[in-house]
């Protein structure tokens, strides 16, 4: 089977989810639409992200949801349920 897959890592994560290991884990799906981003300072990102400020800071609310949102809809079908999708995820139910 081959499905899109997206990851998504802090650089500040040396716990939960070390950027290699999310790397790895990407890499090992196989698939042809594959996407890796590692987030920190030096590749141009506003902080160090940690595993949790990923998705729960001011900074990722301006810079990793834009990229995560941004990735379900370029790869959903119907662009009315990945907004729905994304409002849910940020916690902004309907």
Known sequence: MNVPV???AGTCDRLIAPGRGCEALVVAYG???ATYRLCGKAQGFAEDYM???LVLSR???RETWPMIT???RAHS???AIAD???DVIRGQRL
Do not use: P, V
């Open 6 to 8: 997206f990851g998504l």
């Open 59 to 61: 900074n990722a609310n």
């Open 84 to 86: 729905k999708a994304c």
């Open 77 to 79: 079908g119907e662009t």
């Open 31 to 33: 698939s042809d639409d």
């Open 70 to 72: 941004g990735w379900l």
């Open 51 to 53: 595993h949790d400020r």
